[in-house]
Nanobody, 125 residues
């Protein structure tokens, strides 16, 4: 399995930006499609964005499309989530996840093999 560590969360105001990072170690990072998910208090974990192994294909939840950008640097074993125009409803714990031996990205949590511990993002109005 790959180990994942998220960073970059924090408290920001509506309209601000944040960039989350997820550093991987263990197995070959380029073997994994990667995803970002989030979970708000009292709600189920939901899909945010995902990226293919090569980085050439990305998919987004409708709620973040046009505001968030997922990217990866396979040389640094890191996946990023650039979040712009943040809204209070983006407040959640954000998790990165790895989908082993999968070339193209998927949206279901059940497809992902490894998860990070999460990083808190709080957006005040």
């Amino acid at each position: 399995q790959v180990q994942l560590v998220e960073s970059g969360g924090g408290l920001v105001q509506a309209g601000d930006s944040l960039r989350l990072s997820c550093a991987a170690s263990g197995r070959t990072f380029s073997s994994y499609a990667m995803g970002w998910f989030r979970q708000a208090p009292g709600k189920e974990r939901e899909f945010v964005a995902a990226i293919s192994r090569s980085g050439g294909m990305t998919i987004y939840a409708d709620s973040v499309k046009g505001r968030f950008t997922i990217s990866r640097d396979n040389a640094k074993d890191t996946v990023y989530l650039q979040m712009n125009s943040l809204k209070p409803e983006d407040t959640a714990v954000y998790y990165c996840a790895a989908d082993y031996d999968r070339a193209t990205p998927r949206i279901s949590t059940s497809h992902y093999d490894s998860w990070g511990q999460g990083t808190q993002v709080t957006v005040s109005s």
